[in-house]
């Protein structure tokens, strides 16, 4: 099999002509900058995948660009009200920064 894909690129005229070109233009690299652990967060949608048991397709991934913590979770479907909900269960509710949690602090002072 390898053999015959190999004779059937040799062949074609438009391999031969593109097949060493690069396709992307080139641009310079740039790091991701956080001021402190858990401040910004990446968030992807990987799938959809081969069905998982409760017919889990697809993988919601967060990862904190600090520390690269990572959460996941596998879900059925995406919606808006799933990607808050883990958003709020994985990352506000379990990892709230420092930072807010003092601010959060000055502002019950004030109030009482």
Not at 50 to 71: H, M, S
Request: some cysteine.
């Amino acid at each position: 099999m390898k053999q015959d894909a190999k004779q059937l690129v040799s062949k074609c005229e438009k391999s031969q002509k593109h097949s060493s070109l690069i396709h992307q233009p080139a641009e310079p690299l740039t790091t991701m900058l956080s001021p402190c652990p858990f401040a910004q967060w990446g968030i992807d949608i990987e799938g959809p995948s081969p069905l998982a048991p409760g017919q889990r397709k697809f993988l919601l991934v967060a990862v904190d660009y600090f520390t690269k913590w990572v959460e996941a979770e596998p879900l059925a479907r995406i919606t808006e009200g799933e990607v808050m909900k883990f958003i709020w269960k994985n990352i506000v509710c379990r990892l709230e920064s420092p930072e807010k949690q003092s601010q959060i602090t000055v502002v019950n002072s004030k109030t009482k």
